[in-house]
């Protein structure tokens, strides 16, 4: 199953064809296997990685926010991580070991919009102790996937 | 013209003057001036270097790692190369007289044929083989003798094959598996059967295993741990193929002292040492690329099995080979030759191959195909392949 799911994460479009033969295996089972996966929650959804900085009328912006919260008595963090993910704003959430507890991913159509969310809605939710916010400037790498500077395959074409 | 042509051929030894171009030349010429062609005709890795060794021949240069290194190479390497050997191979080497640091494992086998064979001298080898071995051989005017492997074997050598080619001048076999360009691997009865065969003859053994990370499926054995064996193997090996760096030129030889020594006068005269550099980047790479490895590991496996199957569904016989990243498919089928089907499959859907017989004579009626290369490239390749042969047959 690992194998098939290390395909899937590097191209999740890949034809049942495909990762049959290469799994040395049917595509009814590879169907199958799929199917399972997502049927048990293991495959949540499928996604294009996307290089916005290079989209023409692009101008969403992204922030990192760290986030301070008080544990509940009951629940600990999950309650409140419930309640801030729920909101669409939020693209990415993680619960963090160090100087901080929940690191969350945030997109907006400018600025404005960021900051405005953090203060008007984040800060003031009960538990919530601090936020640091920081915007992203460029996106260099993402899951794994090169921006820019890809490497030119400068191999000779033919070669003994 | 006619003249000046005539005096400077004059001036080439005879026996360098006989020696054949490599066969897959032509071919280049022709893939070089298009540009659409899918090449699956490439013998080097597709992955980058890792980033980790590449990061640290940077730094070896920062701090000043560019000067001369003792001429068997450095200390370090060489003590990190005889733990490899020992936990790779299970053959143990002296660090400080059984290993030289070569300029890639073709610089090795040169100097190990000048080191060890003398004019008359035959030399057993199987084909289909690497381009360079019998060539290189006839440098030191030795005779390389040809003993053809066949599908029906898996291209694994045969010792009854071997037996017939034998005569009273000959004096070494040269071995190479995993095979480039068949991706045949030996077995460990195999391997029993070949060291017999070397003892009974008394034969010296060059064994070229620089594919021997690539393996997928089997036991990895190598003759030169076998007992008995060591005293008469010279074994041969590099960084290109396990770590992708192929541009690096690091190679390396291991042997009994007598013959490092022998072959270590050829290369403190010719070579003096291989790049400072690049055996900076070779000690990163034997202490933290085993996982580089792996992964490179893992993803030629997938590609394998995809193409195999997938010349297999086109009516291209074509076993599961079990090492390297070349697979060498029957394409008798067609009716075609090897350099007729390469040379079509070329002009007519522009995907580049090796015709088989670049790699001997019986390399006739197969092609070698690299899956060294990305997915998305080796399923248009295969598209493409499908369609001529079902023209072909139409």
């Known amino acids: 199953m690992e194998a098939l ?126 936020t640091a916010t920081h915007f992203m400037l460029k996106t260099y790498k993402d899951h794994g996937v090169l921006m820019t500077g890809e490497e030119n395959d400068q191999r000779l074409t033919i070669c003994p | 013209m006619t003249n000046a042509s005539q005096s400077v051929r004059d001036f080439v030894a005879p026996h360098v003057r006989g020696l054949p171009k490599s066969g897959i030349r032509a ?41 001369y290194t003792s001429n068997l190479g450095t200390p370090e390497l060489r003590q ?14 002296d660090w400080k007289s059984e290993i030289v640091v070569t300029v890639g494992v073709s610089e090795a086998f040169d100097i190990a044929f000048r080191a060890t064979l003398s004019p008359g001298d035959e030399v057993l080898y199987h084909e289909p083989a690497f381009v360079a071995y019998a060539p290189l051989m006839r440098t030191t005017h030795a005779v390389p003798v040809a003993v053809a492997t066949h599908r029906a074997d898996d291209f694994r050598v045969q010792v009854s094959d071997l037996e017939k080619k034998v005569t009273p001048r000959t004096r070494a076999l040269f071995l190479n598996y995993p095979n480039n360009p068949t991706g045949a691997a030996l077995r460990r009865s195999d391997v029993e059967a070949l060291t017999a065969f070397a003892i009974r ?6 064994t070229d295993e620089v594919y021997a990370e690539l393996t997928y499926e089997g036991e990895r054995v190598s003759i030169a741990a076998m007992p008995g064996m060591k005293e008469r193997t010279i074994f041969l090996n590099g960084f290109s193929k396990a770590w992708s760096m192929t541009g690096f030129r690091l190679g390396y030889v291991c042997a009994p002292p007598a013959l490092t020594d022998a072959m270590m006068k050829i290369h403190q005269y010719g070579m003096m040492c291989a790049s400072s550099i690049s055996q900076a980047a070779g000690l990163e790479a034997l202490r933290a690329g085993d996982d580089d490895i792996a992964g490179m590991r893992d993803s030629y496996r997938l590609r394998r099995n995809y193409i195999v199957s997938s010349l297999n569904a086109m009516g291209l016989d074509c076993f599961t080979p079990p090492g390297a990243f070349y697979v060498f498919p029957s ?43 990305g997915m998305e490239s080796l399923k248009k390749a295969m598209e493409r392949m499908g369609a001529f042969v079902t023209r072909l047959r139409a």
Not at chain 1, 42 to 48: H, P, S
Not at chain 1, 108 to 114: A, I, T
Not at chain 2, 28 to 42: E, M, N, T, Y
Not at chain 2, 80 to 93: K, P, Q, S
């Open chain 2, 27 to 67: 071919f280049f010429d022709i893939v070089a001036s298009r540009k659409d062609v899918i090449s699956l005709g490439i013998g080097e890795p597709d992955f980058p270097t890792p980033w980790h060794i590449r990061a640290r021949t940077i730094e070896a240069i920062e701090s000043g790692a560019t000067r």
């Open chain 2, 331 to 373: 394409i008798t089928s067609t009716g075609l030759s090897s350099e007729d089907f390469a040379l079509r499959l070329l002009n007519e859907e522009s995907v580049a191959c090796v015709p088989g017989t670049a790699f001997g004579a019986c390399g006739e009626g197969h092609i070698r195909c690299t899956y060294a290369t």
């Open chain 2, 80 to 93: 990190a190369l005889a733990a490899y050997t020992e936990r790779a191979f299970h053959v143990g080497y």
């Open chain 2, 201 to 206: 003859h008394d034969l010296l053994v060059y």
């Open chain 1, 5 to 130: 799911l290390n395909l899937l994460k590097q191209n999740a479009r890949e034809s049942d064809d495909t990762l049959a033969k290469m799994l040395n295996t049917t595509a009814d089972d590879v169907h199958a296997r799929i199917a399972a996966l997502e049927l048990s929650g293991v495959i949540r959804a499928y996604q294009a990685v996307v290089n916005t900085d290079i989209i023409a009328d692009h101008n969403d912006v992204c922030a990192v926010i760290e986030l301070r919260i008080r544990p509940e008595r009951e629940g600990g963090f999950d309650r409140i991580a419930q309640r801030i993910g729920g909101f669409p704003q939020v693209v990415s959430m993680f619960l963090m070991s160090g100087g901080y507890d929940l690191l969350l991913f945030v997109t907006g159509r400018n600025l404005q919009e960021v900051a405005g969310f953090v203060s008007g809605i984040l800060a003031p939710i009960d538990g919530v102790l601090s």
